[in-house]
């Protein structure tokens, strides 16, 4: 089992910046790729960002490449999603996933594990 533990996430205002982060524990070696992924209210959880375990590939959506940044520190077992020039569209609660070498990193079903999520409000 692999448990992660989502921090950060907040309140902010249109343009600013802010940080989330998810620490994982258990068993880390079984842990291909890492993502981060999103739930507005009404809405499907969606893909945000992705990266492998070693921190050698990432991936993002559309909408967020060149706002969001996704880096990993592997003596912590973390990962980070450093989020700029936020947008109310951004608004929702922000899921850690952790998974296999299996699917593609935009997959809900690519992952086995989650975090409980943290809320990122943007106001305008």
Do not use: H
């Amino acid at each position: 089992q692999v448990q992660l533990v989502e921090s950060g996430g907040g309140l902010v205002q249109t343009g600013d910046s802010l940080s989330v982060s998810c620490t994982a524990s258990g068993r880390t070696a079984d842990i291909y790729r890492q993502g981060w992924f999103r739930q507005a209210p009404g809405k499907e959880r969606e893909f945000v960002a992705g990266i492998s375990w070693s921190g050698g590939y990432k991936y993002y959506v559309d909408s967020v490449q060149g706002r969001f940044t996704v880096s990993s520190d592997k003596s912590t077992n973390t990962v980070s999603l450093q989020m700029n020039n936020l947008r109310p569209a951004d608004t929702a609660v922000y899921y850690c996933a952790a998974g296999p070498s299996r699917g593609e990193y935009y997959q809900r079903d690519a992952y086995d594990y989650w975090g409980q999520g943290t809320q990122v409000t943007v106001s305008s």
